[in-house]
Each structure stands twice: as structure tokens, then as C-alpha cells.
């Protein structure tokens, strides 16, 4: 098998709301749109395709045999975004309460990985790691340094 892009398909309750948390979360990120009841979000490495909960349902379950559920009570998946530091990490956490988000975890060093990471989720309950690793445990686990 030959990768050559992923894409992330998430549930969302209210698209217009998410399009104004994720702008103002991810400011530097080139184009954020919502067409058709689907936001598309270009990450680096990552197309994150938010799609409105009965869109969502109309299409994919049907695919799947699911029904759709948004993880305002549950945790199924976490996202995580690599930072370049330890600072972007708590910028970006404070910046999210801002924008309609809410903080589930300041940022905290693991002292077992020697990762510091918060988490957060989005206004529909979606679940973020923001995250920096140390260059010295990215050369371990062969991971891009991001800086």
C-alpha cells in the first residue's frame, strides 16, 4: 500500500460554529471553509474533513452499518498536533476557551515519554492533544523535529 494523504471525517452538530473555532484556532492555516455542510481544514500531513452531523449519517452509515455519534461524553479518537514548543503548547490551550473550546487538561510534562501536552475539545466534544517532544525523543522514535 502506497500513502499518500490521509484524511480525518468527523461529525460536527453545528458547521458554522466549528468553522469559527477552527479559523481562530489555527490561524496560520491557509484556507478554512465551509461548502455544502463540509469544513476542510489542510494540516500539515492531514486533511481534516468536518462534515455536518446528518450529512455525515446520510452517507456514512450507510457505508459502515454505524450510526453517528458526536463524543460529547465518550472519548473514541484523539487528534494530536505536534508544537514546536513548550510555549506554543500553552498559547494554543489558551486560545482555545477564547474560541469556544474547552481546556480538558493543562499542560503537563509526562514524566515517563518527556512529552509536554495539554488537551482539548472543540465545541462538538472532538478530542485534541496539543503536544511538543523533546528533539532527543524524536531522534528515538525517528519523528520530524518540528523545529
Not at 482539548?120 to 525523543?137: K, M, N, Q, V
Amino acid at each position: 500500500m502506497n500513502v499518500k494523504g490521509a484524511i480525518i471525517y468527523l461529525p460536527v452538530e453545528f458547521p458554522e460554529r466549528s468553522v469559527t473555532f477552527y479559523k481562530n484556532l489555527f490561524s496560520n492555516t491557509p484556507d478554512i471553509f465551509l461548502e455544502d455542510g463540509l469544513i476542510i481544514i489542510e494540516l500539515p500531513n492531514l486533511n481534516l474533513f468536518l462534515i455536518e452531523k446528518n450529512r455525515f449519517e446520510a452517507y456514512y452509515s450507510l457505508k459502515t452499518g454505524r450510526s453517528v455519534q458526536l463524543p460529547k461524553d465518550n472519548v473514541g479518537t484523539i487528534m494530536s498536533c505536534i508544537l514546536s514548543s513548550e510555549e506554543e503548547v500553552d498559547k494554543a490551550l489558551i486560545k482555545v476557551s477564547e474560541y469556544g473550546g474547552k481546556v480538558t487538561h493543562d499542560a503537563t510534562i509526562n514524566e515517563t515519554l518527556g512529552v509536554y501536552a495539554g488537551y482539548f475539545s472543540d465545541p462538538d466534544g472532538h478530542i485534541w492533544e496539543l503536544a511538543y517532544y523533546p528533539p532527543e525523543y524524536n531522534r528515538i522514535l525517528n519523528f520530524v523535529n518540528p523545529n
